[in-house]
């Protein structure tokens, strides 16, 4: 028996949209995540005057990285921007290129932008009460463009690994900006 894994729970709070117990937790400021804004110069003055803000934070209950087993987590992300881009995740491919994933919307507004290697491009607005499937091979970047906090429930396969590199590297080719006080898709100059 000592190789089958054990059933177990843990509780959303509907007040702080938090799940306890969790088994792990990070959280991202902007010096961990400087190289994935498309405005430079922003991210440098901010951290050469001593900002370094919390973005986002993630409650995992992680299991064993082998097929069939799955993973979930709260993310929480914060509201604000650097420069005029919202505060967001890093994003990422999964390593695993059949593995998809399902989000609940919990908490706040905000946008999800999705690509896949082969060229493809989506972005959808997200709301409080959406389920949104992810389908295998997008990669995926959740965004805050409220003025409240962003929280939404993941779900994916525990081997589905987590390529956060060749975003970094390459960037999202859509961002989501702060035009004249309205969140806008635009091409990400940066790409
Ligand atoms: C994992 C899932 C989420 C993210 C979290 C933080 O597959 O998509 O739990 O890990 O939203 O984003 P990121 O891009 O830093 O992992
Ligand atoms: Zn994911």
Redesign the pocket.
């Known amino acids: 028996m000592s190789d089958v894994a054990e059933p177990y729970s843990t509780t959303l709070d509907f007040k702080s949209w938090i799940i306890r117990p969790y088994n792990k937790k990070f959280e991202?400021r902007l010096r961990g995540m400087k190289n994935f804004y498309s405005d430079a110069d922003a991210v440098k003055r901010m951290l050469d005057g001593g900002e370094d803000p919390l973005i986002?934070e993630?409650y995992?209950c992680l299991q064993p990285s082998v097929e069939g087993q799955i993973?979930f987590?709260i993310?929480v992300i914060y509201p604000g921007k650097i420069g005029d881009e919202y505060n967001m995740?890093?994003?990422?491919y999964?390593a695993k290129e059949g593995a998809s994933?399902l989000y609940f919307i919990l908490q706040g507004e905000g946008f999800v932008v999705m690509q896949t290697k082969e060229g493809g491009m989506a972005s959808t607005p997200l709301k409080k009460g959406q389920i949104l499937y992810i389908a295998p091979r997008w990669a995926?970047?959740?965004i805050n463009t409220g003025k409240e906090k962003l929280t939404?429930l993941?779900v994916?396969p525990s081997d589905?690994g987590?390529d956060?590199g060749t975003i970094e590297e390459k960037g999202f080719r859509q961002i989501i900006i702060d035009k004249n006080g309205r969140p806008t898709v635009i091409e990400n100059p940066r790409v």
Do not use: K, L, M, P
Not at 89 to 92: A, D, K, S, V
């Open positions: 991202v986002y993630v995992e993973d987590a993310t995740t890093r994003g990422h999964h994933e995926h970047r959740t939404f993941a994916w589905a987590h956060y």
